[in-house]
């Protein structure tokens, strides 16, 4: 089946800072999602993006399918922006078709 | 619009006892998704439905897990007997369709001691 491989797995910043995250996947997709999870265990939706680069407040991110990666990018961090962040893929064909394969997510640290 | 609900929250049980889940996902959404969180790892799928028909139930455990949608809505998973190794995060998810971004609920932590 298709592999996502996920870095830094850890990373910890000061407020304030910025961060890339990055996202490898190893065949074509039809569908890629970038999840928080809180402290609490909650997956929070952040961008359903198969392709191109969109933004939503301090968050953006850019997948360039045809090189099979993607970028979640935070700028000005917050305390409130820690927790591990997935990357998730569904293949465009073959073995997981139509389900979502999880990388195994980068833990965000942010310190005052 | 409500999302993705699931109960319990958190369940501890004693090993070889019985435990049930339930999910009712966002209305509308045709596909609905059960997956299994590891401490420390990424959620990995373990059956797929759309509406009330399993399509993907290959990494589902057959010999203790088993789990329906009647009606193609709510859905329950179930594990008989438990055991310590299944201590895990339970969590759903739907999509309008397959493929779909799809969302999940809180999910429900399962402790079995």
């Known amino acids: 089946g298709i592999q996502v491989e996920q870095s830094p797995p850890d990373l910890i910043l000061q407020e304030g800072a910025n961060s890339t995250l990055r996202c490898n996947f190893s065949?074509?997709?039809?569908?890629l999602q970038w999840f928080h999870q809180n402290p609490w265990g909650q997956l929070i939706n952040l961008f359903y993006?198969?392709?191109g680069t969109k933004q939503n407040g301090r968050l953006s991110a850019t997948t360039v399918a045809t090189e099979r990666y993607s970028l979640l990018y935070i700028s000005s961090s917050q305390t409130t922006d820690s927790g591990v962040y997935f990357c998730?893929?569904?293949?465009?064909?073959?073995?997981?078709?139509?389900?979502?394969?999880f990388g195994k997510g980068t833990k965000l640290s942010v310190i005052p | 619009e409500a999302g993705v609900v699931q109960s319990p929250r958190y369940k501890i049980i004693e090993k070889k006892q019985p435990v049930a889940f339930w999910c009712n996902p966002i209305?509308?959404?045709?596909?609905l998704y059960w997956y299994l969180q590891n401490l420390g790892q990424g959620p990995e799928l373990l059956i797929r439905?759309?509406?009330?028909?399993?399509?993907?139930d290959s990494q589902l455990p057959k010999d203790r897990f088993s789990a329906e949608r009647l009606k193609g809505v709510d859905s329950t998973l179930k594990i008989q007997p438990a055991e310590l190794g299944d201590s895990a995060v339970y969590l759903c998810?739907?999509?309008?369709?397959?493929?779909?971004?799809?969302?999940f609920g809180q999910g429900t932590r399962l402790t079995v001691v």
């Open positions: 998730a893929v569904v293949p465009y064909s073959g073995a997981g078709s139509y389900q979502l394969t």
């Open positions: 209305s509308g959404h045709n596909t």
């Open positions: 998810a739907s999509s309008f369709r397959q493929g779909d971004e799809a969302f």
């Open positions: 065949d074509s997709v039809n569908n």
């Open positions: 439905y759309e509406n009330e028909e399993a399509v993907d």
């Open positions: 993006i198969p392709s």
